[in-house]
């Protein structure tokens, strides 16, 4: 039995990066809050799962096929295993097209962590 879970994440405009949680030098952030970052961090801590983003991230067209990303040294069971904690932590999102899922990074989520850890006054 998995016990992971999908962590429900902020909507967020997609015309407009809106953080779900305040600059951190603008207030301690909420419990819940600390929660929600805390999952998204936790997943790109992973040096496999980091280069798998990093993959997605960098690709053309904003998308990548599982096919031109699962070369990062790991078996291909491993590499579905790390796209599946990326997608559960809500940094990518996923779609399947005949036999091939295509995985695209979720901007708004990447730009609420971004602002959360803005440091600038």
């Known amino acids: 039995m998995s016990k992971s879970e999908v962590v429900e994440l902020p909507v967020l405009d997609a015309g407009a990066a809106v953080p779900c949680c305040p600059p951190i030098t603008s207030a301690e952030l909420s419990p819940a809050d600390a929660e929600r970052m805390a999952v998204m961090f936790k997943a790109l801590s992973d040096p496999v799962r980091l ?18 990303i699962a070369d990062v040294g790991v078996s291909q069971p491993t590499v579905s295993h790390h796209l599946k904690k990326l997608r559960e932590s809500g940094l990518l999102t996923s779609e399947r097209r005949g036999t091939w899922v295509y995985y695209k990074v979720a901007p708004s989520v990447v730009a609420a962590m971004s602002a959360m850890l803005d440091l600038r006054d």
């Open 51 to 68: 280069r798998l983003f990093s993959k997605v991230a960098s690709h053309a067209g904003g998308e990548a096929c599982v096919c031109d």
